[in-house]
């Protein structure tokens, strides 16, 4: 568990790592990150295989560095994300490095796009319509759903 609030946080590097996931002992959980001023010269976040956090009302300036980097949701280290509260946070003057705000890497079966609930099984979602795929044999597989579909009700168990 671990609580970062109301603090001015500059580093020369990425300031809040979440470790490497799965491969060097698991990653960070259970904690929030809210209300603090993060200069940054690299990312504001690296949330590897993130699990129950809230990163809320922050807000991010660069650091004074020639390149501050984006900042990510992922799963490189083969893991998976989960229960990601990201909101109400001002990140500021995203145009050197990458000119990413935010990416969610996902390594394997990563899908955006539309669904549809199975009219005969409602735990099941079909896929369509949309770009790449998705595959339970991925454990950090990500399925990304445009706002516009939102008013499904997704009772998810397995993606077919």
Request: glycine content about 12%.
């Amino acid at each position: 568990n671990y609580k970062i609030v109301n603090n001015d946080l500059l580093g020369t590097g990425i300031i809040v790592h979440t470790g490497h996931g799965l491969k060097n002992g698991g990653a960070a959980t259970n904690g929030i990150v809210a209300q603090n001023t993060i200069w940054n010269a690299n990312a504001a976040h690296w949330f590897d295989d993130i699990k129950q956090v809230i990163f809320e009302h922050n807000t991010v300036r660069p650091g004074g560095a020639e390149l501050s980097w984006g900042n990510n949701i992922d799963n490189y280290s083969e893991g998976y994300a989960q229960h990601v509260f990201h909101a109400h946070n001002n990140i500021q003057h995203v145009w050197a490095g990458d000119r990413e705000m935010m990416t969610f890497d996902p390594v394997n079966g990563a899908y955006s796009g539309k669904v549809d609930l199975d009219p005969t099984n409602r735990t099941i979602l079909h896929l369509s319509n949309g770009i790449g795929s998705a595959d339970a044999a991925y454990l950090g597989g990500m399925l990304s759903v445009p706002v516009s579909y939102t008013h499904l009700t997704l009772p998810t168990k397995r993606i077919v």
